[in-house]
């Protein structure tokens, strides 16, 4: 069965840094492109950005909202997708998902989600 | 950036009823289109992708159509599972939602 659990949330500051991880189970983690999306409170879904397979360079996209501030980075060893977070600002307040994404682009599952909250 | 466009933003149902959802995008997206089922406090869940392949485990009443800049998704017989928000979603270029459709029930 396939797992993707988020861990790394909670409070932070305006323009302090935050890590998250998305640990994976129950396939070859090295095979995928990951990417991690976003849902503000009581907001649709935002794209943040993904992370190419090794195969495919593991090279990285990010959304212009956060292009600068987050990079994403993965750890094939250990199954392990990481979004790092920089300046953060209030409007990165949000529940942060980290998704596979299928074959063809869409992303076919998504862990349980982990909330960062950017308050002073 | 490709925009997406979902109507109605709230739909109000009755178990049984036929429902359906539109969705359009501001350019062609051919048929890289999907459709995720999202329930308060939980992450979404992928339901159609390539805009009518239905995912493995969803049950047969949900069905997606369209391409270009046109989709629905239809739910063929409402059941009290069912009453959620659903999202479209293209990944033609990168990876855009409309804004939601939340099914209440009526």
Redesign the interface.
Known sequence: EVQLVESGGGLVKPGRSLRLSCTASGFTFGDYEMSWFRQAPGKGLEWVGYIRSKTYGGTTEYAASVKGRFSISRDDSKSIAYLQMNSLKTEDTAVYYCTRESGDGSNDNWGQGTLVTVSS | DIQMTQSPSTLSASVGDRVTITCRASQSISS?L?W?QQKPG?????LI??ASSL?SGVPSRFSGSGSGTEFTLTISSLQPDDFATY?C?Q?NS???????TKVEIK
Request: no cysteine; aromatic share 34%.
């Open positions: 890289w999907a995720y939980k992450a979404p869940k992928l992708q390539k995912e999202y979603q990944y990168y990876w855009t939602f409309g804004q939601g």
